[in-house]
């Protein structure tokens, strides 16, 4: 299974963006799916995610600001990023699995990641 991010970038802080992933290789499975995001000099932690029910889960330091949604294709998920911090600066990384771990780092499947930097 081959996860491919797109949608980083440079924004102004206060601004957003929207990441995209889309799973390739085993469109057989229905995978959930998450982002992670990793920070120079801080470990990998969990932003957001779709649990066993279908419902979105987030980290404390983006509810309210950051929106996870599946696409109408199989295996596609995005993450809307509004009122963007300079400290949500991190490489953002997509993950899948065929079980549900949420905002737990024990993914299977990983894509590159994608460079977000908010300044100004």
């Known amino acids: 299974v081959q996860l491919v991010e797109s949608g980083g970038g440079l924004v102004q802080p206060g601004g957003s963006l929207r990441l995209s992933c889309v799973a390739s290789?085993?469109?057989?499975?229905?995978?959930?799916m998450g982002w992670f995001r990793q920070a120079r000099g801080k470990e990998r932690e969990g932003v957001a995610a779709i649990d066993d029910t279908g419902s979105p889960r987030y980290a404390d330091s983006v509810k309210g600001r950051f929106t996870i949604s599946e696409g109408n294709a199989k295996n596609t998920v995005y993450l809307q990023m509004n009122r963007l911090k300079p400290t949500d600066t991190a490489i953002y990384y997509c993950?899948?699995?065929?079980?549900?771990?949420?905002?737990?780092?024990?993914?299977?499947?990983w894509g590159q990641g994608t460079q977000v930097t908010v300044a100004s």
């Open positions: 290789g085993s469109t057989s499975t229905n995978y959930y």
């Open positions: 993950a899948a699995d065929s079980w549900a771990y949420e905002l737990n780092p024990y993914y299977k499947y």
